[in-house]
């Protein structure tokens, strides 16, 4: 998705969707959520433990302002990220949200998240 000021997130989720105890749920297996401005990468939230790489705990990869990151290549560890937080650092670096009540539709989102995630 094409932002203002030359950004650009990308975010591709794989899911299973499974029945428990009679009912159905949505596994998320893999995602990987990209924001890049003018191709160059501002950060990537990573987990793909299927993958065929020495490295499946969630994570991140991140740029430092002014140019080449500084930061070593490996991978920066962190729990499990949603989408929403994609959306909320989007917004945090610069995209102007699209509305002006973000903050709370993003917490609602969470909250809810939260209450039936399987995972802790």
């Known amino acids: 998705m094409d932002l203002e000021g030359g ?3 990308s975010a591709t989720m794989h899911y299973k969707i499974v029945q428990e105890e ?3 749920r949505v596994h998320t297996v893999s995602y990987l ?3 890049k401005k003018s191709s160059a990468l501002v950060f990537g939230m ?3 433990p299927d993958r065929a790489s020495p490295f499946s705990d969630p994570h991140l990869h991140v740029e430092l302002a002014g140019g080449p990151s500084s930061l070593p290549k490996e991978h920066l560890r962190t729990g499990r990220l949603t989408f ?3 959306v909320e ?3 945090t ?3 102007p949200a699209a509305r002006e009540d973000w903050v709370e539709i993003l917490a609602t ?3 809810n998240h939260l209450e039936n995630r399987s995972w802790v």
């Open 109 to 111: 989102c969470r909250k």
């Open 84 to 86: 929403e937080h994609a």
């Open 89 to 91: 650092w989007a917004i």
């Open 93 to 95: 670096i610069g995209h």
């Open 33 to 35: 959520y990209d924001l």
């Open 7 to 9: 950004l650009h997130l």
């Open 22 to 24: 009679g009912v159905w």
């Open 46 to 48: 990573h987990w793909h």
